[in-house]
């Protein structure tokens, strides 16, 4: 920058970096304290900013609390959180006894599925799916709740 300063710069410059010439920038630095002995409005600024300093300078620097130095210092507590399924298992007496609970109501599911006559549902909705295709009707190849509901309507219209 040229060896020019005007008061709004070098008022700029002291609100930035205070009254000492050291933090001023470096490019600025010399024809900044050249203004500031040269002009008497700048000497005010810098008279005003020195004041600003020395204030601040006396203000304690608070000491941390030695409670809070050790709660910054401390790792987060772990917590282990129970979920639902772990309150449903100690209920229940834990593994040793859920287990084998599982185990037999598995048992028990597979053997009534495999035991269940699937043979009439399967063959009349082979019968349905064969009418379907003759008459050439959008249905659904195997019947759910609403198409059963939807011939027990039709069936029962007079």
């Known amino acids: ?4 300063m005007s008061l709004e710069r070098f008022a700029v410059i002291v609100d930035a970096y205070g009254a000492d010439p050291r ?6 630095r010399d024809a ?12 005010v ?8 300093d020395a204030g601040l300078d006396a203000l304690p ?5 030695s409670a809070a130095l050790r709660r910054a210092a401390m790792p987060l507590p772990v917590t282990a959180r129970s979920s639902r399924w772990q309150e449903l298992l100690a209920l229940l007496g834990g593994w040793r006894l859920a287990l084998p609970a599982m185990a037999v109501s598995l048992i028990v599911g597979i053997n ?14 082979a019968t349905r ?6 008459s050439g009707s959008n249905t659904l190849a195997a019947p759910g709740f609403a198409e059963s509901l939807m011939l027990d309507l039709e069936s029962s219209t007079p």
């Open 23 to 28: 933090r001023w920038p470096a490019a600025e």
């Open 45 to 52: 600024l810098l008279a005003e900013a020195l004041a600003l």
């Open 32 to 43: 900044a304290q050249a203004f500031a002995a040269a002009d008497a409005q700048a000497a």
């Open 112 to 125: 009534v599925g495999s035991r269940a006559n699937l043979g009439s549902w399967t063959a009349d909705a």
């Open 1 to 4: 920058m040229s060896a020019l």
């Open 61 to 65: 620097i608070p000491e941390p609390a």
């Open 129 to 134: 799916t064969e009418t379907a295709s003759a």
